[in-house]
């Protein structure tokens, strides 16, 4: 049983919420809540939920030496030795192969893009997270081939603005969780994570400046159709406001409190980043399905 619920916690399900960008096409393309297009964009999440588990605990088990000098991952089962990488390793290893072949079973092109997705994490886990900038380019490409997969396994066409703002967006939060760990780490960063002795928190500040303007306008474009065939997204301009005001508040935290280096974690516990991100999924539903 304790083995269970440490193969669980080494899987983050707090963190399987970024796989929801799977259904971003099938929700903007009208088609979420059509059969058999449901059904099929929620096993696309089911395999992206299960490749990632199997990512994290490759990671945990590459990254252990350093977790173990980490004030708060050194508790994490690996790190802490409770889950012994041969363990860990093998149910990653099955998680892998069934995923793929059940994704090619969905779709051939769904599997190829989800097998992308691996071996990019993959190659992070073990490379590109040592390397400046292709750290978090690599984090933001597995976002934007969550969406890709989720437009391909449902046959559906995904808006070039909203690929755009996607990685950019999530760029960002790349970016500032690198900023976070700068100051949180200090002079033992580069002990934790390789990459950190090649940032400084000045260059992070413009890199987040530069994204963050490229995801507001990104999305705004996006939300106009601009260049784009008319679509279910008429009317998405009245949720831009939300956006901007969402991504203020991320940096707000970030900057003012000092806190947010794990988006993930700062979406549970902020009430009005909550709400923000309640309201900007309800009105979008609202102009895609109920024609408001």
Known sequence: MLLFVDLIRSARPRHWVKNVFVLAAPLFSGHLFLQPDLTRALIALGLFIAVSSAIYLINDITDREQDRLHPLKASRPIASGRLTPTVAGFVAGILLLTSVVAAYGLAPGFAYILGGYALIHLAYSVWLKKLVLLDVLAIAAGFLLRAIGGAVAVDV????????????????????????????????ASQHRHALEGYDVAYLDQVVSILTAASIVCYALYAVGIGESASAQEHMEWTVPLVIYGILRYLYIVRRLDIGGDPTALLWRDRPLQLTVLLWGALSSGLIYAGI
């Open 157 to 188: 066409m995904i808006s070039t603005w909203f690929v755009l703002c996607t990685f950019t967006l999530t760029l960002l939060l790349a970016t500032v969780k690198r900023r976070q760990e700068l100051i949180e780490l200090g002079e033992s």
